[in-house]
Protein backbone atom coordinates (compact mmCIF):
# COMPACT_ATOMS: atom_id res chain seq x y z
CA UNK A 1 0.00 0.00 0.00
CA UNK A 2 0.96 4.02 -0.58
CA UNK A 3 3.60 4.65 2.51
CA UNK A 4 3.02 8.33 2.70
CA UNK A 5 0.81 11.27 1.90
CA UNK A 6 -2.28 8.89 2.57
CA UNK A 7 -5.53 10.59 2.40
CA UNK A 8 -8.95 9.16 3.60
CA UNK A 9 -12.21 10.68 2.14
CA UNK A 10 -14.53 12.06 3.93
CA UNK A 11 -18.13 12.89 2.63
CA UNK A 12 -18.37 15.20 -0.35
CA UNK A 13 -22.12 16.10 -0.36
CA UNK A 14 -21.40 19.33 -2.04
CA UNK A 15 -22.27 19.07 -5.46
CA UNK A 16 -25.54 20.71 -7.89
CA UNK A 17 -28.94 18.86 -7.79
CA UNK A 18 -28.36 18.42 -11.07
CA UNK A 19 -25.71 16.30 -10.77
CA UNK A 20 -27.27 14.44 -8.21
CA UNK A 21 -30.18 13.53 -10.02
CA UNK A 22 -28.07 12.30 -13.03
CA UNK A 23 -26.46 9.96 -10.07
CA UNK A 24 -29.55 8.86 -9.03
CA UNK A 25 -30.91 7.68 -12.49
CA UNK A 26 -27.48 6.19 -13.28
CA UNK A 27 -28.15 3.98 -9.92
CA UNK A 28 -31.54 3.05 -10.43
CA UNK A 29 -30.63 2.13 -14.08
CA UNK A 30 -27.93 -0.38 -13.08
CA UNK A 31 -29.56 -1.31 -9.77
CA UNK A 32 -27.40 -0.36 -7.69
CA UNK A 33 -28.72 -0.56 -3.78
CA UNK A 34 -28.89 2.83 -1.58
CA UNK A 35 -26.20 2.17 0.14
CA UNK A 36 -24.30 3.16 -3.20
CA UNK A 37 -25.28 6.98 -2.39
CA UNK A 38 -22.29 6.46 0.53
CA UNK A 39 -19.95 5.33 -2.30
CA UNK A 40 -21.01 7.99 -4.02
CA UNK A 41 -20.32 11.14 -1.84
CA UNK A 42 -17.28 9.26 -0.47
CA UNK A 43 -15.51 8.36 -3.10
CA UNK A 44 -16.68 9.90 -6.89
CA UNK A 45 -17.43 13.80 -5.90
CA UNK A 46 -14.25 13.97 -4.01
CA UNK A 47 -12.07 11.81 -6.47
CA UNK A 48 -13.82 14.08 -9.50
CA UNK A 49 -12.92 16.96 -7.41
CA UNK A 50 -9.27 15.91 -7.39
CA UNK A 51 -9.18 14.92 -11.20
CA UNK A 52 -10.04 18.78 -12.19
CA UNK A 53 -7.59 19.72 -10.01
CA UNK A 54 -4.89 18.31 -11.75
CA UNK A 55 -6.00 19.76 -15.15
CA UNK A 56 -4.02 21.76 -17.10
CA UNK A 57 -4.34 23.06 -20.46
CA UNK A 58 -3.77 19.69 -22.31
CA UNK A 59 -6.07 16.71 -22.79
CA UNK A 60 -5.76 14.87 -19.48
CA UNK A 61 -5.46 11.14 -19.60
CA UNK A 62 -6.50 9.17 -16.69
CA UNK A 63 -5.42 6.00 -16.67
CA UNK A 64 -7.69 3.50 -14.48
CA UNK A 65 -6.37 -0.37 -13.61
CA UNK A 66 -8.64 -2.97 -12.08
CA UNK A 67 -9.12 -6.75 -12.14
CA UNK A 68 -12.37 -8.15 -13.64
CA UNK A 69 -15.06 -7.39 -10.82
CA UNK A 70 -13.98 -4.38 -9.69
CA UNK A 71 -16.43 -2.73 -10.93
CA UNK A 72 -14.29 -0.28 -13.51
CA UNK A 73 -17.11 0.63 -15.81
CA UNK A 74 -19.48 1.36 -12.86
CA UNK A 75 -16.74 3.48 -11.54
CA UNK A 76 -15.55 5.10 -14.90
CA UNK A 77 -19.60 6.14 -16.10
CA UNK A 78 -20.15 7.72 -12.43
CA UNK A 79 -16.94 9.38 -12.44
CA UNK A 80 -17.53 10.93 -16.36
CA UNK A 81 -20.98 11.91 -15.88
CA UNK A 82 -19.69 13.76 -12.50
CA UNK A 83 -17.40 15.89 -14.24
CA UNK A 84 -19.28 16.97 -17.39
CA UNK A 85 -22.57 18.11 -14.80
CA UNK A 86 -20.51 19.63 -12.23
CA UNK A 87 -17.35 20.86 -14.13
CA UNK A 88 -18.83 21.56 -17.57
CA UNK A 89 -15.90 19.57 -19.37
CA UNK A 90 -16.27 17.21 -21.68
CA UNK A 91 -14.74 13.47 -21.00
CA UNK A 92 -14.43 10.40 -23.27
CA UNK A 93 -14.38 7.50 -21.42
CA UNK A 94 -13.48 3.85 -23.15
CA UNK A 95 -12.14 0.78 -22.29
CA UNK A 96 -9.04 -1.20 -22.76
CA UNK A 97 -11.84 -4.02 -23.28
CA UNK A 98 -13.27 -1.88 -26.54
CA UNK A 99 -9.81 -2.43 -28.39
CA UNK A 100 -9.76 -6.70 -28.48
CA UNK A 101 -8.82 -7.66 -31.74
CA UNK A 102 -11.79 -9.27 -34.08
CA UNK A 103 -12.19 -12.68 -33.34
CA UNK A 104 -10.72 -13.60 -37.32
CA UNK A 105 -7.73 -11.84 -36.15
CA UNK A 106 -7.15 -13.62 -32.71
CA UNK A 107 -7.91 -16.91 -34.59
CA UNK A 108 -4.93 -15.95 -36.96
CA UNK A 109 -2.82 -14.68 -34.50
CA UNK A 110 -3.17 -18.16 -32.51
CA UNK A 111 -2.48 -20.10 -35.70
CA UNK A 112 0.95 -17.65 -36.09
CA UNK A 113 2.18 -17.13 -32.19
CA UNK A 114 0.75 -19.32 -29.97
CA UNK A 115 -2.99 -20.96 -29.91
CA UNK A 116 -4.11 -19.83 -26.84
CA UNK A 117 -4.08 -16.03 -28.26
CA UNK A 118 -7.20 -17.12 -29.59
CA UNK A 119 -8.88 -15.81 -26.39
CA UNK A 120 -9.51 -12.24 -25.52
CA UNK A 121 -7.60 -11.32 -22.56
CA UNK A 122 -3.95 -11.32 -22.07
CA UNK A 123 -1.92 -7.94 -24.02
CA UNK A 124 -1.13 -9.09 -27.45
CA UNK A 125 -5.01 -9.92 -28.22
CA UNK A 126 -5.77 -5.89 -28.30
CA UNK A 127 -5.12 -3.28 -31.38
CA UNK A 128 -2.59 -1.33 -29.94
CA UNK A 129 -1.81 0.64 -33.58
CA UNK A 130 -6.26 1.36 -33.15
CA UNK A 131 -5.70 1.98 -29.41
CA UNK A 132 -2.98 4.71 -29.98
CA UNK A 133 -4.63 6.65 -33.11
CA UNK A 134 -7.38 7.13 -30.96
CA UNK A 135 -5.51 8.29 -28.07
CA UNK A 136 -3.33 10.50 -30.27
CA UNK A 137 -6.62 12.05 -31.94
CA UNK A 138 -8.33 12.18 -27.97
CA UNK A 139 -5.09 14.36 -27.01
CA UNK A 140 -5.04 16.33 -30.16
CA UNK A 141 -8.69 17.30 -29.84
CA UNK A 142 -9.33 16.04 -33.54
CA UNK A 143 -12.94 13.90 -34.08
CA UNK A 144 -12.70 10.66 -33.35
CA UNK A 145 -14.34 7.12 -33.10
CA UNK A 146 -14.02 4.68 -30.50
CA UNK A 147 -14.75 1.24 -31.03
CA UNK A 148 -17.15 -0.97 -29.06
CA UNK A 149 -16.75 -4.52 -28.32
CA UNK A 150 -19.48 -7.23 -27.94
CA UNK A 151 -18.43 -9.63 -25.57
CA UNK A 152 -21.60 -11.37 -25.83
CA UNK A 153 -20.75 -12.37 -29.59
CA UNK A 154 -16.62 -12.49 -28.87
CA UNK A 155 -16.53 -9.89 -31.59
CA UNK A 156 -16.00 -5.87 -32.33
CA UNK A 157 -18.99 -4.26 -33.46
CA UNK A 158 -19.57 -2.47 -36.99
CA UNK A 159 -18.06 0.32 -37.01
CA UNK A 160 -22.17 2.35 -37.37
CA UNK A 161 -21.57 1.00 -34.06
CA UNK A 162 -18.91 2.94 -32.63
CA UNK A 163 -18.60 6.13 -30.27
CA UNK A 164 -18.16 9.29 -31.87
CA UNK A 165 -16.55 12.27 -30.11
CA UNK A 166 -16.95 15.25 -32.68
CA UNK A 167 -16.10 17.69 -29.29
CA UNK A 168 -12.99 18.70 -27.96
CA UNK A 169 -11.96 16.42 -25.22
CA UNK A 170 -10.83 17.79 -22.17
CA UNK A 171 -10.01 14.52 -19.87
CA UNK A 172 -9.94 10.82 -20.79
CA UNK A 173 -10.94 8.32 -18.64
CA UNK A 174 -9.06 4.93 -19.58
CA UNK A 175 -9.75 2.01 -17.86
CA UNK A 176 -8.18 -1.70 -18.72
CA UNK A 177 -7.63 -4.79 -16.39
CA UNK A 178 -3.69 -4.70 -17.08
CA UNK A 179 -3.61 -1.12 -16.96
CA UNK A 180 0.05 -0.07 -15.65
CA UNK A 181 0.57 -3.45 -14.70
CA UNK A 182 4.31 -4.06 -13.71
CA UNK A 183 6.13 -6.15 -15.85
CA UNK A 184 7.55 -9.57 -15.03
CA UNK A 185 11.18 -10.74 -15.29
CA UNK A 186 12.27 -13.76 -17.29
CA UNK A 187 12.64 -16.06 -14.40
CA UNK A 188 9.34 -15.20 -12.77
CA UNK A 189 7.85 -16.88 -16.17
CA UNK A 190 9.38 -19.76 -15.90
CA UNK A 191 6.85 -21.70 -13.60
CA UNK A 192 3.51 -22.40 -14.37
CA UNK A 193 1.05 -20.94 -11.90
CA UNK A 194 -2.61 -22.71 -12.99
CA UNK A 195 -3.52 -25.86 -14.85
CA UNK A 196 -3.80 -23.28 -18.28
CA UNK A 197 0.22 -22.90 -18.59
CA UNK A 198 0.83 -26.06 -17.04
CA UNK A 199 -1.19 -28.37 -19.76
CA UNK A 200 -0.92 -25.77 -22.38
CA UNK A 201 2.10 -23.59 -22.39
CA UNK A 202 4.77 -26.06 -21.93
CA UNK A 203 7.40 -24.05 -23.41
CA UNK A 204 6.64 -20.54 -22.16
CA UNK A 205 5.70 -18.92 -25.30
CA UNK A 206 2.34 -17.80 -24.72
CA UNK A 207 3.34 -15.84 -21.18
CA UNK A 208 6.33 -14.68 -22.56
CA UNK A 209 4.92 -13.55 -25.31
CA UNK A 210 1.90 -11.63 -23.33
CA UNK A 211 4.58 -10.28 -21.25
CA UNK A 212 6.59 -8.55 -24.61
CA UNK A 213 3.44 -6.79 -25.36
CA UNK A 214 2.57 -5.46 -21.64
CA UNK A 215 5.94 -3.70 -22.13
CA UNK A 216 5.11 -2.48 -25.58
CA UNK A 217 1.58 -0.94 -24.35
CA UNK A 218 3.90 0.96 -21.65
CA UNK A 219 6.27 2.47 -23.91
CA UNK A 220 3.28 3.20 -26.30
CA UNK A 221 0.28 3.95 -24.38
CA UNK A 222 0.89 3.79 -20.43
CA UNK A 223 3.87 6.36 -20.41
CA UNK A 224 1.29 8.47 -21.32
CA UNK A 225 -0.64 8.32 -18.53
CA UNK A 226 -1.22 11.68 -15.91
CA UNK A 227 -2.94 10.10 -13.42
CA UNK A 228 -2.92 6.62 -12.57
CA UNK A 229 -5.55 4.94 -10.25
CA UNK A 230 -5.89 1.54 -9.25
CA UNK A 231 -9.24 -0.41 -8.30
CA UNK A 232 -7.14 -2.75 -5.71
CA UNK A 233 -9.28 -6.12 -5.19
CA UNK A 234 -8.58 -7.38 -1.77
CA UNK A 235 -6.96 -10.70 -3.28
CA UNK A 236 -7.28 -12.89 -6.15
CA UNK A 237 -9.53 -15.70 -4.86
CA UNK A 238 -12.60 -13.23 -4.84
CA UNK A 239 -12.09 -12.10 -8.79
CA UNK A 240 -13.99 -15.32 -9.53
CA UNK A 241 -17.15 -14.75 -8.33
CA UNK A 242 -17.05 -11.26 -9.22
CA UNK A 243 -16.52 -12.05 -12.75
CA UNK A 244 -19.47 -14.59 -12.47
CA UNK A 245 -22.04 -12.49 -11.27
CA UNK A 246 -20.60 -10.15 -14.43
CA UNK A 247 -21.00 -12.80 -16.60
CA UNK A 248 -24.71 -14.01 -15.43
CA UNK A 249 -25.58 -10.24 -15.76
CA UNK A 250 -24.29 -10.51 -19.55
CA UNK A 251 -26.56 -13.97 -19.92
CA UNK A 252 -29.49 -11.96 -18.79
CA UNK A 253 -28.93 -8.86 -20.70
CA UNK A 254 -28.41 -10.71 -24.02
CA UNK A 255 -30.54 -13.85 -23.77
CA UNK A 256 -29.15 -17.04 -25.16
CA UNK A 257 -29.08 -17.39 -29.05
CA UNK A 258 -26.54 -19.35 -31.33
CA UNK A 259 -24.53 -16.21 -31.92
CA UNK A 260 -23.83 -15.38 -28.26
CA UNK A 261 -21.06 -16.80 -26.36
CA UNK A 262 -21.81 -16.90 -22.54
CA UNK A 263 -19.62 -18.44 -20.47
CA UNK A 264 -20.66 -21.72 -18.37
CA UNK A 265 -18.79 -21.98 -15.15
CA UNK A 266 -16.13 -24.49 -16.53
CA UNK A 267 -15.46 -21.60 -19.32
CA UNK A 268 -15.31 -19.28 -17.17
CA UNK A 269 -12.89 -20.98 -14.83
CA UNK A 270 -10.35 -21.75 -17.64
CA UNK A 271 -10.99 -18.11 -19.17
CA UNK A 272 -10.10 -16.33 -15.57
CA UNK A 273 -7.00 -18.65 -15.69
CA UNK A 274 -5.83 -16.64 -19.09
CA UNK A 275 -5.88 -13.30 -16.57
CA UNK A 276 -4.80 -14.70 -13.53
CA UNK A 277 -0.70 -14.13 -13.81
CA UNK A 278 -0.66 -10.59 -14.33
CA UNK A 279 -3.61 -10.07 -11.94
CA UNK A 280 -1.58 -11.56 -9.36
CA UNK A 281 1.20 -9.66 -9.87
CA UNK A 282 -0.57 -6.62 -10.24
CA UNK A 283 -2.00 -7.28 -7.17
CA UNK A 284 1.57 -7.62 -5.61
CA UNK A 285 3.32 -4.55 -6.86
CA UNK A 286 1.32 -2.15 -8.97
CA UNK A 287 -0.52 -0.56 -5.50
CA UNK A 288 3.59 0.69 -4.07
CA UNK A 289 3.73 2.70 -8.07
CA UNK A 290 0.09 4.18 -8.76
CA UNK A 291 -0.79 7.56 -8.27
CA UNK A 292 -4.44 6.34 -5.90
CA UNK A 293 -5.33 3.44 -4.94
CA UNK A 294 -8.94 2.93 -4.30
CA UNK A 295 -9.08 -0.57 -1.57
CA UNK A 296 -12.35 -2.47 -2.91
CA UNK A 297 -13.63 -4.29 0.45
CA UNK A 298 -14.83 -8.19 0.06
CA UNK A 299 -18.12 -7.48 -0.41
CA UNK A 300 -17.37 -4.67 -3.04
CA UNK A 301 -17.96 -1.81 -0.58
CA UNK A 302 -15.21 1.26 -1.13
CA UNK A 303 -14.58 3.05 2.56
CA UNK A 304 -11.43 5.55 1.07
CA UNK A 305 -8.53 6.63 -1.26
CA UNK A 306 -5.35 6.33 -1.17
CA UNK A 307 -3.50 9.47 -2.19
CA UNK A 308 0.34 9.59 -3.23
CA UNK A 309 -0.34 12.91 -5.75
Not at 135 to 158: Q, T
Not at 273 to 284: A, G, Y
Amino acid sequence: MPDKNITSTKPDTDCSEKTRSICTTLCNKMLLSGNFNKIIDNIYLPLSRLIIEKKQGEPLLVSINGAQGTGKSTFTTFIKEIIESEYNYNVAAFSLDDFYLTRALRKQLSHKVHPLLKTRGVPGTHDIDLLENVLSELMRGDNCSVPVFDKAKDDRCPQIDWITHDKTIDIILFEGWCNNSPLQNASELNNPINELEENEDKQRIWRTYANEKLDEYHKRIFTHTDISIMLEAPDFNHIYNWRNVQEQKLKVKTGISSQTHIMSQNELIRFIQHFERITRHTLNYLPDSTDIVIPINADRSINSILQKI
